[in-house]
Nanobody, 121 residues
Framework: QVQLVESGGDLVQPGGSLGLSCAAS????????MGWYRQASGKQRELVGT???????NYADSVKGRFTISRDNAENTVYLQMNSLKAEDTAVYYC???????????????WGQGTQVTVSS
């Protein structure tokens, strides 16, 4: 069984910074693309950005230049560093990973439980 556990959500003032982390554990053979998504109240879940196992990143236009995704392959962990936060960044943030399960070598998409980020003065 595979789990993704996120941490780091908090209340932060506009213009501030916050870091999120997401650790994968369980019957992992290997991990492919990892990413972050967010869902604001009353809106659909949207992509924040992704990172490949080789470190190539891709970001939504709304966060380019402000957010940075990184990962530690040895620790099966992905990070999201958010700077210059705006009120419109308020959302529940979810991590996602494409993981080959060691039990059957099947590739599956896994989601974390979500962590709340609130940007407000």
């Amino acid at each position: 069984q595979v789990q993704l556990v996120e941490s780091g959500g908090d209340l932060v003032q506009p213009g501030g910074s916050l870091g999120l982390s997401c650790a994968a554990s369980g019957t992992i053979f290997s991990i492919g693309v990892m990413g972050w998504y967010r869902q604001a109240s009353g809106k659909q879940r949207e992509l924040v950005g992704t990172i490949t196992s080789g470190g190539s990143t891709n970001y939504a236009d709304s966060v380019k230049g402000r957010f940075t995704i990184s990962r530690d392959n040895a620790e099966n962990t992905v990070y999201l560093q958010m700077n210059s936060l705006k009120a419109e960044d308020t959302a529940v943030y979810y991590c996602n990973a494409l993981i080959y399960d060691a039990r059957d070598r099947e590739l599956r998409s896994y989601w974390g439980q979500g962590t709340q980020v609130t940007v407000s003065s």
